[in-house]
């Protein structure tokens, strides 16, 4: 089980997994923005041109409280999922955070000149001293 369980969290905090939920979350978010958009501002204006109805100050105020509540909507849902998509990719980097050995030396300081120099050189090409009988560092 708790094998399963690692398989299950592998899948479901891979990139393009956690990019698909929230693209599908901020759609049907956005969804209600634009049925908010159609149902209190497109269709009162199609009713008003064509003869269909006739509105009063009131409702104008509500068209435009519904979507203004929509938008609002979507924002605080967008905050919240960035919000928690943060702190997901901060244990995420926590956990597979791992210590790095440090990389082998690849040069050396020859101690006549100071240059550094490959570290498996015997002459130092800039003061040519021998540097047999020079420890590696």
Do not use: W
């Not at 634009?34 to 041109?49: C, G, H, K, Q, R």
């Not at 009063?56 to 938008?71: E, H, M, R």
């Amino acid at each position: 089980m708790k094998k399963f369980m690692q398989e299950f969290k592998t899948f479901a905090l891979r990139g393009n997994v956690m990019d698909m939920a929230v693209g599908v979350i901020i759609g049907s978010a956005f969804s209600g923005i634009v049925t908010s958009l159609t149902d209190n501002f497109i269709n009162p204006i199609l009713n008003l041109v064509t003869g269909g109805a006739t509105y009063t100050l009131q409702d104008v105020a509500s068209f435009a409280s519904s979507f203004l509540t929509a938008v609002v909507n979507f924002l605080v849902m967008a905050f919240v999922l960035f919000c928690l998509l943060k702190g997901m990719n901060k244990l995420a980097s926590l956990a597979h955070k791992k210590e790095e050995a440090p990389a082998a030396a690849t040069t050396k300081k020859c101690p006549y000149c100071r240059t550094e120099i490959a570290i498996d050189a015997t002459r130092c090409p800039h003061c040519t001293s021998q540097l047999l009988d020079v420890e590696k560092p």
